[in-house]
């Protein structure tokens, strides 16, 4: 597979629709090792059974190339920029870098998903202009025929599973942006705590009571209170001086929410690494970096910022 | 101190970076000290840990 469509761009993000396990390695393979020829640095973050796939593919070749599993390192879609693409984009700042990112899978629930597809379109924001090249493999078989649908709007070409490439007419990252800044309706059981200023303390006290109260234990207890903090903190800072946290249980995963006044205007707020002598821009990414699923809502209303860790 | 935030901890590894020489040793931090460290500046050598 070669990409005739779009080489001369600096950043290259196709979707591959594939089929079989067959068209999968066939296809992801043939990536490699156009970029072993390139000399390129690669790496592949996909679901544990699709990195053997490609593992068995490649055989010796495979040893020079960063192998993660998505399931663990991008179980939330919020921290796949920062942490895998642009790590390890950013640890190769010589040349071309190349790599195979599958953050969608058959099995990613109702409530991940939209923050899945904001992912896969914000990455067209976050790579503009670098020379990086990110193939995003999509199971057509086994997801949604809405998601292949999205995939087609966050990726400017797409790549059938006998390896044609072709323009996606529909490309429109933005529009899934909006889309999926959905409305979070308030969890009607829910523990509340309305927080100014001065309840900063207060509220993580009552966080870290709450999600004790609901069974988390252990060190999550402190990515609790840490992702809280800095959540309130921005509340009174940038968003009208106060809000309210709302906590608790669904589906085995604790949640959490932050309600306030601000406005989110910046799309990639809490995904673009900051440098490391830089004095701010680490909040919102330290929630992302900790949880297993961060949902935002924002408009001229105010803002809501859900974050949910495993019970 | 029983609590410190990512905006305190980036304080204290900005001063270290700055240094223009030795090394921040903090006794006895906050357990997210270290949790806020490994995660924004994994491998600064400049703050020492004493638990």
């Known amino acids: 597979m ?4 779009t080489t001369h761009e600096a950043f290259v993000h196709p979707a591959l629709f ?3 396990e067959q068209e999968y390695t066939r296809q992801t393979v043939a990536f490699l090792r156009e970029g072993l020829t390139n000399g390129e640095p690669m790496a592949v973050a996909v679901p544990g059974p699709n990195l053997e796939l490609i593992k068995a593919g490649l055989g010796g070749d495979a040893e020079d190339i960063l192998f993660l599993d998505m399931t663990e390192a991008g179980r939330n879609p919020g921290r796949i920029i920062p942490k895998v693409l642009r790590g390890f984009a950013d640890a190769h700042p010589k040349g071309r870098v190349r790599i195979i990112g599958e953050p969608i899978w058959a099995g990613r ?22 020379a990086v090249t990110i193939l995003c493999p999509y199971d057509e078989v086994g997801l949604d025929p809405e998601v292949i649908a999205d995939a087609k709007v966050t990726h400017p070409t797409v790549i059938s599973g006998d390896g044609r490439e072709s323009v996606s007419d529909a490309y429109d990252w933005q529009a899934v942006v909006d889309r999926y800044n959905q409305v979070l309706a308030p969890a009607p059981d829910a523990a509340a705590f309305s ?42 800072v940038h968003g009208g001086g106060r809000g309210t946290l709302a906590v608790w249980a669904e589906q ?20 673009r690494p900051p440098e490391r002598g830089q004095l701010g821009g680490r909040g919102l990414m330290l929630v992302h970096y900790v949880s297993d699923l961060v949902r935002v809502h ?4 105010g803002t809501t910022v859900r974050f949910y860790l495993s019970l | 101190m029983a609590f ?40 600064l050598d400049r703050i020492e840990v004493a638990l």
Request: glycine share 8%; hydrophobic share 45%; charged share 20%.
């Open chain 1, 2 to 5: 070669t990409s005739t469509v």
């Open chain 1, 18 to 20: 594939y089929r079989t």
């Open chain 1, 109 to 130: 629930s109702a409530v991940e998903y939209p923050a899945c597809a904001q992912h896969e379109a914000l990455i067209n924001a976050a790579f503009e202009g670098r």
């Open chain 1, 195 to 236: 927080y100014g200023g001065e309840d900063l303390p207060a509220v993580r006290q009552f966080a870290l009571a709450q999600a004790m109260r609901l069974g988390m234990a252990g060190e999550r207890l402190m990515d609790v209170e840490l992702a809280v903090a800095e959540l309130t903190t921005n509340s009174v």
């Open chain 1, 252 to 271: 085995g995963q604790l949640v959490c929410e932050v309600r306030d006044a601000g406005r989110l205007t910046d799309p990639l707020a809490g995904r």
């Open chain 1, 298 to 301: 924002t408009g001229d209303d």
């Open chain 2, 4 to 43: 410190v935030d990512v905006a305190g901890v980036t304080a204290l590894a900005v001063t270290a970076m700055n240094l223009p020489d030795g090394r921040v040793v903090v006794e006895n931090p906050p357990p997210q000290l270290p949790r806020v460290l490994e995660m924004f500046w994994s491998g």
